[in-house]
């Protein structure tokens, strides 16, 4: 059973805190997302990854980064984290190929900046 | 830039009853693949369907049905005989050609089934 495996379904983390939210699949894909998900905004791209230690920014990269130092595991880095950065976190990957392909999902993680 | 729109924030119906789950898109690109999702409470999201742009052709699967129409950028989700088990939230999403994958997510529908 392919999977995405996110580490923590619940995080309670205090206002300036440098926060990891980490990602692994065990697919061999290559293209891997960090999304956030808020109520009535659906699911927006953060950061995307098509290959290790490579990164691109998504549509709201401010405040975060993330890193890729193997195929299986993506990373994304709260650098000081904010009480706006309140939100679920939801890691996606999918195969690469040369038409849009089924995006796997991890069960996301619910952060709460206090 | 692309764009999809998921007008119904939330619907409640009763089991038994068909509900549709109503996507817009906004597109500049010929080649492009539409998808839905569901997100149970569990929180992960399941996918349902993909389409491209080239098949209008509509689908279905069981109790779901899907209305791809190119004319009105619509690409529309029915459950007919809605169960409880249906009850989340619904994502609609586009992927251009060029797009690497990348999904544009509408703001989902929360459908609530109730017995």
């Known amino acids: 059973d392919v999977k995405v495996t996110q580490s923590s379904r619940y995080l309670v983390k205090r206002t300036g805190e440098k926060v990891f939210l980490e990602c692994v699949q065990d697919?061999?894909?290559?293209?891997m997302f960090w999304y956030r998900q808020d109520p009535g905004l659906g699911l927006r791209l953060i950061y995307f990854s098509y290959d290790v230690k490579m990164k691109e920014k998504g549509d709201i990269p401010e405040g975060y980064s993330v890193s890729r130092e193997k195929k299986e595991r993506f990373s994304l880095i709260l650098e000081s984290a904010s009480t706006n950065q309140t939100s679920m976190y939801l890691c996606?990957?999918?195969?690469?190929?040369?038409?849009?392909?089924?995006?796997?999902f991890g069960q996301g993680t619910r952060l709460t900046v206090v | 830039a692309q764009k999809v729109t998921q007008a119904q924030t939330e619907i409640s119906v009763v089991e038994k009853e068909d509900v549709t789950l109503d996507c817009v898109y906004e597109?500049?690109?010929?080649?492009?693949?539409l998808f839905w999702y569901k997100q149970p409470p569990s929180g992960e999201l399941v996918f349902l369907i993909r389409r491209n742009s080239f098949d209008e052709q509509n689908e279905i699967s069981g109790r779901y049905s899907w209305n791809f129409q190119k004319s009105t950028s619509s690409f529309n989700f029915t459950i007919t005989a809605s169960q409880v088990v249906d009850s989340a939230v619904y994502f609609c999403a586009l992927s251009g050609d060029n797009a690497g994958n990348m999904l544009t997510f509408g703001g989902g529908t929360r459908l609530m089934v109730k017995p």
């Open positions: 597109t500049r690109d010929t080649t492009y693949y």
């Open positions: 996606a990957s999918t195969k690469r190929g040369g038409v849009a392909t089924e995006a796997f």
């Open positions: 697919m061999d894909h290559e293209n």
